[in-house]
């Protein structure tokens, strides 16, 4: 999931639209990168999306450490879920800076309606370099519908701990652990302490020598929902 504009949005389309990658300057070039997940179930932050298995596009424009980016989800075994996100960020060496407009709100509900459907979440992380390759991040929900039982601004605020582990066989192994506190957004209920313990196993299968498929699988717990969870994904 990624405060934004959606205009940028619409320009970084139309910018595609009419030939990208472009030259901003003779040796300034916006990058320009773009695929999609399918995966078998959604989970985020150890909650279950609800949506079954689903596609996953993204669509991203870099210019040195400044990026916009477009996220979504489409449900291939439900009619409802659907969700849409921006994100605007910037990285210097490890630390990343990023501000995510969340919308999830379905495929019959109006985009428009920012107070009651949208998240709009400030996040930062770092990642200490390949000879040590541990991400840290927090992230916090500072306006729109996240709302606590009395109507006030909540503040979700979620951190994370990844490490990336290389194996035998081109395996990436990363365990993770994610920590969640005064959440209301999945089940009307407090929710807060862990949230999700995972590992992911991912590599690069080769099908043709011009033609590789990423695969992933992740094993899932999250002791705040007690509920576990196997997600595999393949990337385009």
């Not at 689903?54 to 870099?62: D, E, F, N």
């Not at 630390?95 to 428009?112: P, V």
């Not at 040590?132 to 009395?150: E, I, Q, W």
Request: proline residues 3%; charged residues 15%.
């Amino acid at each position: 999931m990624k405060t934004k504009n959606v205009k940028l949005g619409v320009i970084a389309l139309a910018l595609l639209s009419v030939g990208m990658p472009f030259t901003v300057k003779a040796q300034d070039k916006v990058e320009v990168s773009l695929g999609a997940d399918v995966v078998n179930k959604y989970v985020w932050r150890g909650f279950d999306q609800g949506s079954g298995s689903s596609i996953q596009p993204s669509l991203g424009l870099t210019y040195k450490g400044l990026s916009l980016s477009a996220w979504g989800s489409t449900s291939t075994t439900e009619l409802n879920p659907k969700e849409f996100d921006i994100a605007l960020s910037y990285s210097i060496g490890g630390l990343s800076l990023t501000m995510t407009d969340y919308w999830w709100a379905g495929e019959s509900a109006k985009y428009g309606y920012y107070k009651d459907s949208h998240y709009f979440e400030g996040a930062v992380s770092y990642f200490f370099g390949e000879k040590a390759p541990l991400t840290l991040s927090v992230a916090t929900m500072f306006a729109g519908a996240d709302k606590n039982l009395d109507g006030d601004q909540n503040y979700s605020t979620y951190f994370n701990a990844s490490y990336d582990i290389t194996c035998a066989g081109e395996v990436t192994l990363t365990p993770s652990i994610g920590v969640s506190t005064k959440s209301y957004m999945y089940t009307g209920d407090k929710i807060s302490g862990l949230t999700d313990i995972s590992l992911k196993a991912a590599k690069t299968i080769k099908v043709t020598d011009s033609f590789s498929v990423p695969v992933f699988v992740q094993a899932i717990v999250s002791p705040a929902a007690d509920k576990t969870y196997l997600v595999f994904g393949i990337s385009f």
